[in-house]
C-alpha cells in the first residue's frame, strides 16, 4: 500500500511490534540526527534488526500486515464493522475519520510558535517578580510535549494526545491538515469514559510538563484550563496517521 505518512509514534510502534516479533533480535538506527540529542528517531531512519534493515515506514508496513492475524486484538473498521462501544482495552483499532484540535489549545500552539520572535522583539522580559524568560522559553521549546486530537469516524469520538516530535519531518503544520482532510488512524485503546465530563487534557501537565506541585501552584489563566469533553469517549494512544 502506498501511504503517506502524517503522524508516526516510534516509540509506540516499535513496542509493539516487537510484541509481534516483528523485527526479533537488538535494533540499532543507522542513520542518526546528531542535532537532536533526544526524542525520536527520524522517519527516515534505518534499523539494522536480525540481518535486515528495515526503515520506519517499512516496520510500520510489517506491522500493520501482522496485525491482520490478531484477531482477538486487532479492529479494522477499513474492512469490518465491530461495534466501538465494545473494543476491548489494549486492542488496537484501524479506522477512517476526521479530527480536530481542540480551540482552547489554540493559544498554546501560538505561544509555543511565536515564543522565539516574541523574544527576539524584547517581549519576553519579566518584569520584577515576574517569571523569567528563559523558564517561559524553556517551556515551549520541550520536544515531549503533547497536543490534544479529538478524532471522528466512529460511533463514538476517539480522544488521543500527539506527540509534537512524530509528525512527518517534525512538521507540526501538519496538524491543520489533518483536520481538513479525512485519514487513516491507527491507534490503541487505553480506556472508555463515560462520565458527564471529562479531563482529556491538561496544558499544564501535558505541553508544559509541570509537576503536580508546580501545577497547584499556576494561575490557570486563559487558554491554560483544563480540556473536559462529555463523554462517553475512548481514550487511545495515537500509532500513526497516514493518507
Known amino acids: 500500500m502506498f501511504r503517506s505518512f502524517v503522524y508516526i509514534n516510534e516509540d509506540a510502534l516499535r513496542r509493539y511490534a516487537e510484541q509481534l516479533a516483528i523485527g526479533v533480535g537488538k535494533m540499532t538506527a543507522r542513520k542518526v540526527n ?8 527520524q522517519a527516515g531512519a534505518e534499523f539494522e534488526s536480525g540481518g535486515r534493515n ?10 500493520e500486515n501482522a496485525l ?16 466501538p462501544r465494545t473494543l476491548p482495552p489494549m486492542s488496537i483499532v484501524r479506522f477512517r475519520g476526521t479530527a480536530e484540535v481542540p480551540e482552547q489549545f489554540d493559544a498554546i500552539a501560538m505561544m509555543r510558535q511565536y515564543a522565539p520572535m516574541l ?30 486530537l479529538m478524532i471522528n469516524g466512529l460511533d463514538l469520538p476517539v480522544f488521543s494526545k500527539l506527540g509534537m516530535a512524530y509528525f512527518a519531518e517534525g512538521d507540526i503544520s501538519l496538524l491543520e491538515e489533518i483536520e481538513s482532510e479525512e485519514a ?21 501537565r501535558d505541553f508544559m510538563k509541570l509537576n503536580r506541585a508546580a501545577r497547584r501552584r499556576m494561575d490557570r489563566s486563559s487558554g491554560l484550563e483544563e480540556i473536559r469533553i462529555a ?3 475512548i481514550k487511545g494512544e495515537l500509532i500513526a496517521i497516514y493518507h
Do not use: R
Open 54 to 63: 528495515l526503515s520506519l515506514t517499512h516496520l510500520y508496513d510489517e506491522f
Open 231 to 233: 463523554g462517553p469517549v
Open 119 to 148: 523574544d527576539e522583539a524584547g517581549m519576553l522580559e519579566a518584569e520584577d517578580g515576574g517569571v523569567p524568560k528563559e523558564f517561559l522559553l524553556s517551556l515551549f521549546a520541550k520536544k515531549d510535549a503533547y497536543a490534544p
Open 34 to 41: 546528531l542535532a537532536a540529542k533526544a526524542g525520536p528517531v
Open 184 to 204: 487513516v488512524f491507527l491507534f490503541k485503546v487505553l480506556s472508555h469514559c463515560n462520565d458527564e465530563q471529562i479531563v482529556v487534557y491538561d496544558p499544564l
Open 68 to 83: 491482520k492475524g490478531q484477531t482477538d486484538e486487532y479492529f479494522d473498521f477499513l474492512t469490518d464493522s465491530p461495534d
